[in-house]
Structure formats: C-alpha cells, structure tokens
C-alpha cells in the first residue's frame, strides 16, 4: 500500500469515527451550556471555551459513537444509517470510536472540574449525571434505551443536563420561571427522542430493541410525542418575557409530526419524512431562540 493510499484510508477512519458523533446535532448539547453559562455569568472565559469545546464534540462521540457500537447488528437492518443520521460502523472502528471518545473527553472533564472550582459542588454531580445518561442508554447492562419511557426521559437528559450543568456551574438561582423553562426544554426532548424513534419501530422490532415507539405502537407514540410539545409551548408561558414567545416555536414541531399521528407500525418509516423536517426545523428554531435570549439579556 503507498504513502497516498494509508493517508487516504486512515482519513476514511477518522471520517467515520467523527460521523459517528452526529455533526449535525452537536450543537443541540453546546449551545445549551453556553447559553446557559454566558446569560448567566456574563462573562466569556476559559471554562466556556473548554465546555462549550467538550459538549460539541467528545460528548457527543461518546453519546452517539457509543450507542453505534452496540447497536451495530440492529443499525445493519436500519436503512437509515450510513449518513448523517447515523454512521454504519464497521466492526474493526468500535474499539477505535469508543477510545476516541473516552481520550477526547477526559482531559476536558478534568478542566472543566478544575476551572469550576468548588464553589458551585452539585454542579459535579449534574455533570456525574449527565456523564451517566451517556452511558447508561447505550451500555450493556443498563441499556436505558430498551426501557420503554426510560429511554426519552434519558435522551431529553442527554439535551437538558448541558444546560442545567452551565446554570450550576455558573451558580444561577433556580427559580419557578427557570424551573419551567428547563421543564419546557425537557418535554421538547422526550418528544423528540419519540418521535425519531417512530421510524424504527420496524427495524428495532426486527433487532429485538424495545423502545418507546415499540411499546405503544407509532401512532400512539406521535401523538405521545405531539402533547409532550404542546405541553412545551404552555410552560413557557410560565417564563419571563420575551420567553412566551417560545412557546409558539413548538408550532413548527407540530407540523412536522402532525401528518403521522395516525400512522401504522408497518409504514412508521415514513415518519422519516418528518424527522428530516425536524432537523432543519431545529436550525431554524434555533436561530430563533437565540434572538429571544440576546432581547432578554438586553431588557433584564
């Protein structure tokens, strides 16, 4: 094999391990934190850079890499992977996907406990737990994500605790309209890791994978998925102005899995459709959430 030809594969290696990380939504776990952190404190400085930095990329190798390695033999029957909505490792890059992401992210987790101090200790342990719900989807032995229910609520964490970590380590003061925002952010979560798991009801029975959408059948779990998004948009009602206006960004999110909620377990594929919607919706949404936060910042 030539000079060329190594570099060529082992680029090809480090493509696949880095698309097993799910480029397209690193930002849904960084921009929590940072956000979170900078309204809070105020402030740009290293321990943002250093979070901001873990929760784009080793957290996400890590939360997606991880669950790749073990769900290989179901991924193999999931037309969907292979791409941007999830890489189709081969089995010579699972040892290599999960180190990857264990070395990417342990020096940054020792910074961001050292640069946290220990003025804020519980942010530890929102860290330990966020750390955790990482793992435990994924992991044999705990495999959350075949626990009907169990399986959202520690997806959402996976989106939640970045935010709520940035809040502790920034030591905000939790009160009701924060707790209702974070409440807010933590249904939008579950819906959405029900929603993408209507898709594979088909090849997760196939592979034997229990899941939400499994359990109560994809039509129910749409609409499971629909009221957990409305339920969203009313808590933000609860939030400081301008964050009501949040409430109507769940709008899009309705549209998107509203013409699946009757949808069988035999053509729950085609929810597919909306999914890809729901990832430009993010985008969009996002930029949007952005707007309200930078107008609060500037009226508090």
């Known amino acids: 094999m030539s000079t060329h030809d190594a570099r060529d594969g082992l680029a090809h290696r480090a493509g696949q391990v880095l698309l097993s990380s ?9 921009f929590p934190f940072a956000a979170a952190y900078v309204l809070t404190t105020g402030r740009v400085d290293a321990l943002l850079v250093v979070g901001t930095l873990f929760f784009l990329i080793p ?18 029957r999931n037309p969907r992977k292979g791409g941007a909505e999830g890489a189709l490792l081969d089995p010579s890059l699972h040892r290599t996907v999960v180190w990857a992401g264990i070395v990417s992210a342990v020096p940054l987790v020792v910074a961001m406990l050292w640069l946290g101090g220990t003025e804020e200790p519980w942010s530890w342990l929102v860290l330990a737990v966020s750390l955790f719900a990482v793992f435990a989807y994924s992991v044999p032995g705990l495999r959350f994500k075949e626990r009907p229910v169990l399986d959202s609520i520690t997806s959402s964490t996976h989106f939640t605790s970045p935010a709520v970590y940035g809040l502790a380590v920034a030591g905000a003061t939790f009160t ?12 939008w979560g579950m819906a959405s890791h029900a929603f993408g798991a209507v898709q594979d009801v088909v090849p997760d029975r196939e592979g034997g994978i229990a899941s939400i959408a499994t359990a109560f059948g994809a039509a129910v779990t749409v609409r499971i998925a629909l009221a957990l998004w409305a339920t969203a948009g009313l808590l933000m009602l609860a939030t400081q ?5 949040a409430g109507l960004l769940v709008i899009p999110y309705l549209w998107a899995a509203w013409p699946f909620r009757s949808v069988s377990d035999a053509a729950s594929g085609e929810s597919n459709r909306g999914w890809r919607h729901f990832i430009r919706i993010n985008y969009v949404v996002g930029f949007l959430v952005t707007m309200l936060m930078i107008w609060w910042a500037l009226i508090r």
């Open 59 to 76: 957290y996400n190798l890590l939360m997606y890499g991880v669950n790749d390695v073990f769900d290989y033999e179901s991924d193999l």
């Open 22 to 30: 799910r480029p397209v939504s690193w930002i849904n776990t960084a």
């Open 176 to 187: 009701w309209p924060l707790v209702a925002l974070l409440l807010a952010f933590f249904c």
């Open 241 to 245: 102005w301008p964050g009501p206006l």
